[in-house]
């Protein structure tokens, strides 16, 4: 695809430095140097390679992209012949039996539990939401899943139908309390598979208290550890999502403690990597100190409305910079993803035949599949070999 705009902004430090707004131009920090809040791919060999093979490379990535329509087209087939009626109604009870019953098919289970943080210090890019919407697509298909609300705001408790009121056993409890996990985990009611340790507005203080507490950044890890070895082989989780608050403080310290990998939900908008560099330092700090296994392991954008030239530019640019790290489903903006919190519900229940939930099943699929593989680097940034 062709990029012909003056680079007006994708969240690039000094965007209007750029020259004619060239694909290769478009590279941030190629023509600014070091220290713009970029990771640094000069460092790693991640040049633009000859005249001409970033462009040939873009023509490659866009066609990666698979979009919710894609996923209507090439898979409701599956469900048999309902999806022979060729009228929207019927498309979409396809796609919601698709969704809500594809047994046929399930999901690989991983060797071990995959423990993830869903992390970006910027508020409002989907992590919340992607951490209900993966976990839910992942539990109807068979997989035992455990979300881990780490937000005071206790957004992933609301959307998965969870009191979180104050005086509920809490994240607050097992990170300053000692409380073990197996005290506080509730079932999340009508998902077959899938639990959570909700998050109440103790959380907030959690931050300044745990300060002063023994071993503050690991306490999540201690009891998570704890709880896993205590579960029979057949009870275990499958994965463990931790939703991760909008900051790089204790809280996100914790998890990514934690866990094993970095789930990076980006949104595809005006400034989408602003800040992900100072991230993406805290994970080389985390393992260089504290947890030498954690790689950034998945990369999901979300928020793409395929109508905008801008959506475009910022998938292709997070594709260049983190190459297959990136998962192929795109998440599309939607209005029925956004709804349904509201009714304390993912999208997964609350439309099933949706787009929204079409893409986060398919983008669960993906990681699934893709099993535990990290990334060739795993601080995330594009490995040498890969322009
Ligand atoms: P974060 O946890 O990173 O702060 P959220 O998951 O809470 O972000 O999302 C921020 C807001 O955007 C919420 O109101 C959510 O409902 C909405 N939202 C998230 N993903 C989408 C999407 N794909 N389409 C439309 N709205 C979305
Ligand atoms: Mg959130």
């Known amino acids: 695809m062709t990029v012909s705009t003056a680079v007006t902004g994708l969240g690039w430090p000094e965007p209007g430095r750029s020259a004619e707004g060239s694909a290769v131009d478009l590279r941030p920090g190629r023509d600014t140097g070091d220290g713009l809040g970029w990771p640094d791919d000069a460092d790693n060999g991640a040049g633009p ?23 209507v087209t090439d898979r409701v087939g599956e469900v048999g012949d309902l999806a022979d009626i060729d009228t929207p109604i019927a498309h979409q009870a396809a796609a919601a039996v698709y969704v809500t019953t ?68 809490s994240s607050y409890d097992v990170l300053v309390e000692e409380t073990p996990l197996a005290e506080v ?17 103790d959380l907030a ?34 994965y463990v999502l931790i939703d991760c608050p909008p900051s790089l403080g204790l809280l996100t310290v914790n998890a990514l403690v934690g866990g094993d990998e970095v789930f990076i939900p980006i949104q595809c908008e005006y400034y989408a990597l602003e800040g992900l560099s100072q991230l993406l330092k805290n994970i080389d700090l985390v393992r260089a100190h504290l947890n030498p296994v954690l790689a950034v392991t998945t990369i999901l954008l979300t928020m793409y409305d395929g ?15 983190f190459g297959e790290t990136v998962l192929r489903t795109t ?9 349904a919190p509201s009714y304390g519900q993912t999208v997964m229940t609350y439309d099933p035949g949706s787009s929204g939930a079409l893409s986060y099943l398919e983008a669960a699929r993906e990681m699934a599949e893709r099993g535990a593989k990290p990334s060739a680097d795993p601080t995330g940034h594009i490995p040498k070999e890969n322009p």
Not at 102 to 119: D, F, G, K, Q, Y
Not at 157 to 166: K, M, P
Not at 307 to 321: I, M, N, S
Request: charged letters at 20%; hydrophobic letters at 45%; proline letters at 6%.
């Open 185 to 201: 985990i509730v079932p999340v009611d009508g998902i077959d598979g899938l639990w959570c340790v909700p998050a109440t507005i």
């Open 49 to 71: 390679g000859p005249a001409g093979s970033a462009t040939d490379l873009r023509a490659t990535q866009s066609t990666q992209i698979v979009t919710a329509t894609d996923i």
């Open 205 to 238: 203080g959690a931050e300044i208290e745990l300060v002063s507490l023994v071993a503050r950044e690991s306490r999540l890890r201690k009891s998570l550890t704890a709880h896993l070895a205590a579960l029979p082989e057949n009870a275990s989780y499958d």
């Open 331 to 339: 998440i599309p903006r939607s209005v029925r993803i956004s709804e």
């Open 307 to 321: 109508r905008t030239r801008l959506a475009a530019q910022v998938a292709e640019e997070v594709r260049r910079h």
């Open 102 to 169: 594809r047994r046929r098919e399930p999901l690989p289970a991983p060797a071990s539990t995959r423990v993830m943080v869903v992390a970006n210090q910027k508020g409002g890019v989907g992590k919340t939401t992607t951490a209900v919407n993966v976990a839910a697509a992942m539990a109807f298909n068979s997989l035992r899943v455990l979300v881990i609300d780490l937000d005071p705001q206790g957004n992933a408790s609301t959307a998965l139908g969870i009191d979180h009121h104050a005086d509920i056993p």
